[in-house]
């Protein structure tokens, strides 16, 4: 017997005991490594949810501050917050002060998980709450308190 035949051999025949292995394996694996994914996949929509609520407060309070009217200010502040795209479903509580002095936007949500495997895993756990101020600006007092 050559050494090319007995090579051939011997890989045919650790073929055959592998084939079913492989396949058991596999099949124990891949529920596992899909819920993996499945969760990593839910937690980056979060995430990204969570930084868009953080973008949307933060242009609402910028928004907030320079405006002189009140009333204009809460308006400018509604639509900044109306303006954010989050890809999740969620459950928001926006609320929106203006003072003559003072801005402040608190924000609290919960994102909608109604059925799965993930309602089962979190419960409840997707949840955010957030609270933010800031100092209004009069443009026109600044620069005629610092101008000589």
Same mark, same amino acid.
Request: proline share 0%; aromatic share 2%; charged share 35%.
């Given at each position: 017997m050559n050494r090319h035949t007995e090579r051939r051999m011997i890989m045919h025949s650790?073929? /055959?005991k592998l084939k079913g292995s492989m396949t058991v394996e596999l099949t124990l694996l891949m529920p596992? =490594? +899909? #819920?993996? @994914?499945l969760? +990593? @996949?839910f937690s980056l929509y979060y995430l990204h949810d969570i930084v868009m609520i &953080? !973008?949307?407060?933060a242009t609402a +309070? $910028? &928004? #907030? @501050?320079? $405006? &002189?009217? !009140? *009333?204009k200010a809460k *308006?400018?502040?509604?639509?900044a917050m109306e303006e954010i795209r989050l890809l999740g479903k969620w459950d928001i509580d926006k609320r929106i002060e203006v003072n003559e002095n003072r801005v402040r936007i608190r924000v609290s949500g919960r994102m909608d998980v109604r059925? #799965? =495997?993930f309602l !089962? =895993? @979190? /419960?409840g756990a997707y949840t955010y709450e957030t609270a933010e101020n800031a100092e209004r600006i009069d443009e026109v007092a600044y620069i005629r308190s610092h101008r000589r």
């Open positions: 650790v073929g /055959k596992l =490594l +899909l #819920g993996v @994914i969760f +990593l @996949i &953080r !973008k949307g407060c +309070l $910028t &928004r #907030g @501050i320079v $405006t &002189r009217d !009140k *009333e *308006e400018e502040m509604e639509q059925e #799965g =495997l !089962k =895993l @979190i /419960k």
